[in-house]
């Protein structure tokens, strides 16, 4: 349940359903498995499993959704094979050569023997809706699987005005300032072991640090050099570390000690419950450092949302 990465979107408006009326949409477009001729389905699943009907947890005015794509597995090297075999069975035995528009339609009705004989396979999307800061945090560190998660959710609600926060300042400035020099990192962020260098003058300049000192003088030297800092390996209070990068992604998200702690130190007898209590912890924590990073950063651009709505 513990969320492994961040995609950050602000509603443009204000989320006015209420828990009852979001589980009702989300209730017309639960998942369904695929069809015999279908290639692919997703909808919507319990975030408990098995264990709760329900497609909306809520705690703290959080909502948390799970959206579920099933796949047929079908390699396009299968698929050529059996189009081979058939190519080569007509054209020995009407000693003729199979022109592409033949062939293409040789493919399409091999296709419709293999879709309903092929296997399956499915993966779950976690995201939640904080409705009290107006923020739709997605468990992705892909842009595209986001916009997905963006379009079945719209589809589902019939509008989702949502966008990836608008700064006053730039992350990549910020960062770069903070290595290159450490005294104007905030007190409450350490530094970690890995960051990502790019050069805007050179396309395709990319320098990755992996367990290294950040204030190590080959660093320098390429900050010197006028890169910049696009991705940052901090740690947060000691509580959460991350990689955070330009446009307020969070990656490699790890709850540290002081949360595994408090999360051990409470008693509870059920999965539920031990998984409302651990959405209730990892939601507070995400919204005190999703805040914070929102300060450093300048705050939110509110005339770059006034274009927007």
């Given at each position: 349940m513990w969320f492994k990465?961040?995609?950050i979107y602000r509603f443009l408006k204000p989320f006015t359903l209420t828990a009852k009326e979001f589980e009702q949409k989300l209730q017309?477009?639960?998942f369904q498995p695929c069809g015999r001729m279908a290639m692919d389905s997703q909808g919507w699943v319990s975030p408990l499993g098995k264990d709760s009907e329900s497609l909306c947890h809520v705690a703290q005015k959080c909502f948390m959704i799970t959206a579920r794509r099933e796949e047929k597995i079908l390699?396009?090297?299968?698929?050529?094979?059996?189009?081979?075999?058939?190519?080569?069975?007509i054209e020995t035995q009407q000693l003729r050569k199979v022109r592409k528009k033949e062939k293409d339609e040789i493919r399409e009705e091999v296709l419709q023997e293999l879709i309903p004989r092929a296997f399956t396979r499915s993966t779950y999307q976690y995201a939640y809706l904080d409705t009290r800061h107006g923020w739709l945090l997605i468990d992705t560190a892909s842009r595209k699987k986001s916009e997905d998660f963006i379009t079945l959710?719209?589809?589902t609600l019939g509008h989702l005005p949502v966008t990836p926060p608008k700064l006053q300042d730039s992350p990549a400035r910020v960062m770069t300032q903070w290595l290159t020099d450490s005294d104007s990192c905030p007190t409450d962020f350490e530094l970690a072991d890995a960051c990502e260098l790019v050069d805007s003058s050179v396309e395709g300049a990319v320098v990755n640090c992996k367990r290294q000192d950040l204030l190590a003088e080959e660093i320098q030297a390429h900050l010197e050099a006028g890169k910049l800092v696009t991705r940052l390996a901090l740690?947060?209070?000691?509580?959460i570390g991350?990689?955070?990068d330009d446009e307020l992604v969070m990656r490699h998200l790890q709850f540290l000690d002081a949360i595994q702690?408090?999360?051990?130190?409470?008693n509870v007898e059920t999965h539920s419950q031990r998984f409302d209590t651990d959405f209730a912890i990892m939601t507070g924590e995400l919204a005190t450092l999703i805040n914070r990073c929102l300060e450093i950063f300048g705050g939110e651009d509110e005339k770059a949302y006034e274009k927007m709505r």
């Amino acid at each position: 349940m513990w969320f492994k990465n961040l995609h950050i979107y602000r509603f443009l408006k204000p989320f006015t359903l209420t828990a009852k009326e979001f589980e009702q949409k989300l209730q017309e477009d639960a998942f369904q498995p695929c069809g015999r001729m279908a290639m692919d389905s997703q909808g919507w699943v319990s975030p408990l499993g098995k264990d709760s009907e329900s497609l909306c947890h809520v705690a703290q005015k959080c909502f948390m959704i799970t959206a579920r794509r099933e796949e047929k597995i079908l390699p396009a090297s299968v698929i050529r094979e059996f189009v081979n075999e058939k190519v080569e069975e007509i054209e020995t035995q009407q000693l003729r050569k199979v022109r592409k528009k033949e062939k293409d339609e040789i493919r399409e009705e091999v296709l419709q023997e293999l879709i309903p004989r092929a296997f399956t396979r499915s993966t779950y999307q976690y995201a939640y809706l904080d409705t009290r800061h107006g923020w739709l945090l997605i468990d992705t560190a892909s842009r595209k699987k986001s916009e997905d998660f963006i379009t079945l959710l719209r589809n589902t609600l019939g509008h989702l005005p949502v966008t990836p926060p608008k700064l006053q300042d730039s992350p990549a400035r910020v960062m770069t300032q903070w290595l290159t020099d450490s005294d104007s990192c905030p007190t409450d962020f350490e530094l970690a072991d890995a960051c990502e260098l790019v050069d805007s003058s050179v396309e395709g300049a990319v320098v990755n640090c992996k367990r290294q000192d950040l204030l190590a003088e080959e660093i320098q030297a390429h900050l010197e050099a006028g890169k910049l800092v696009t991705r940052l390996a901090l740690k947060w209070n000691s509580r959460i570390g991350l990689v955070i990068d330009d446009e307020l992604v969070m990656r490699h998200l790890q709850f540290l000690d002081a949360i595994q702690e408090q999360v051990s130190d409470i008693n509870v007898e059920t999965h539920s419950q031990r998984f409302d209590t651990d959405f209730a912890i990892m939601t507070g924590e995400l919204a005190t450092l999703i805040n914070r990073c929102l300060e450093i950063f300048g705050g939110e651009d509110e005339k770059a949302y006034e274009k927007m709505r």
